[in-house]
């Protein structure tokens, strides 16, 4: 009986240890195991900086593993109308878009706010034109006139009566020219248009002039409607033009 007992107790005693190494050897395995890990995601990110940095705009170890919220420095500029880039002091940053077809309106934009478009509900096939005052930047009025079917003393008019130091923001939609007679031509080139003598139909327009203005306007951009080099059937492709119109110094 001796004998036994003493086999038992030897026995439990070498398992004992074996049941106290377990945890530590836990510890160590989970050790590895992050360290491995750990390695594995910085070994990825070095190969995705390395062979994908030309296509990707940037990328950082702190923004790969998820922060989301970048320094201020990191932050884009926004400019005023999202033009590319900003205007100088006593200029006005402006961005006008001519309509696509007869399907999407023309967009004026004048020192980040919104003159026409589809959403404002004040757009209509021909001439849209707003009429901006050229020394503190304030809209004057705003008018589309159909050139296609409407009646052309109405832009007449409209043209003569513009004052002095006014700025002149236009776009075309759809037709700009069927109705366009002489008298409507001479006013647009009195503004600044290089271009307006030979605008046709169904072509695109955008210009930027002023009543008073003594030479041609830089502002101006104009495409034919060709059936061979149309983007769209039966209309070319629409104009964007963006920049800074200087203000008026009385």
Same mark, same amino acid.
């Given at each position: 009986?001796?004998?036994?007992?003493?086999?038992?107790? #030897?026995?439990?005693?070498?398992?004992?240890?074996?049941? &106290?190494?377990?945890? #530590?050897? !836990? =510890?160590?395995?989970?050790?590895? *195991?992050?360290?491995?890990?750990?390695?594995? &995601?910085?070994? #990825? +990110?070095?190969?995705?900086?390395? /062979?994908?940095?030309?296509?990707?705009?940037?990328?950082?170890? =702190?923004? +790969?593993?998820?922060?989301? %919220?970048?320094?201020?420095?990191?932050?884009?500029? *926004?400019?005023?109308?999202?033009?590319?880039?900003?205007?100088?002091?006593? /200029?006005?940053?402006?961005?006008?878009?001519?309509?696509?077809?007869?399907?999407?309106?023309?967009?004026?934009?004048?020192?980040?706010?919104?003159? !026409?478009?589809?959403?404002?509900? %004040?757009?209509? =096939?021909?001439?849209?034109?707003?009429?901006?005052?050229?020394?503190?930047?304030?809209?004057?009025?705003?008018?589309?006139?159909? !050139?296609?079917?409407?009646?052309?003393?109405?832009?007449?008019?409209?043209?003569?009566?513009?004052?002095?130091? #006014? @700025?002149?923001?236009?776009?075309? /939609?759809?037709?700009?020219?069927?109705?366009?007679?002489?008298?409507? *031509?001479?006013?647009?080139?009195?503004?600044?248009?290089?271009?307006?003598?030979?605008?046709?139909? *169904?072509?695109? +327009?955008?210009? @930027?002039?002023?009543?008073? @203005?003594?030479?041609?306007?830089?502002?101006? $951009?104009?495409?034919? %409607?060709?059936?061979?080099? %149309? $983007? /769209?059937?039966g209309w070319p492709e629409l104009l964007e033009m963006e920049g800074c119109a200087p203000r008026k110094m009385d």
């Open positions: 009986m001796t004998s036994s007992l003493l086999q038992v107790v #030897t026995c439990d005693c070498q398992s004992f240890p074996a049941v &106290l190494s377990l945890p #530590t050897t !836990m =510890r160590v395995s989970g050790v590895i *195991r992050f360290t491995v890990l750990l390695l594995t &995601l910085l070994s #990825t +990110w070095f190969i995705l900086q390395t /062979y994908f940095q030309h296509s990707w705009k940037a990328i950082s170890l =702190r923004s +790969w593993l998820g922060a989301t %919220n970048k320094p201020s420095s990191e932050k884009l500029l *926004r400019h005023k109308c999202g033009n590319q880039k900003s205007c100088p002091q006593d /200029y006005f940053a402006f961005k006008i878009i001519s309509g696509a077809a007869n399907v999407v309106g023309p967009s004026m934009c004048f020192e980040d706010l919104i003159l !026409m478009s589809n959403v404002k509900n %004040n757009i209509g =096939r021909g001439l849209n034109i707003a009429l901006v005052n050229g020394t503190n930047g304030e809209l004057l009025k705003t008018d589309a006139f159909d !050139m296609y079917s409407g009646d052309i003393t109405k832009l007449q008019t409209f043209l003569q009566e513009i004052k002095h130091g #006014t @700025l002149v923001l236009v776009a075309s /939609y759809d037709d700009p020219a069927t109705k366009m007679n002489d008298k409507v *031509r001479a006013h647009f080139t009195e503004l600044g248009s290089s271009v307006v003598g030979k605008l046709g139909f *169904r072509d695109n +327009w955008v210009f @930027l002039g002023a009543k008073g @203005l003594m030479s041609k306007s830089p502002f101006e $951009k104009h495409i034919k %409607n060709d059936k061979e080099t %149309n $983007k /769209y059937d």
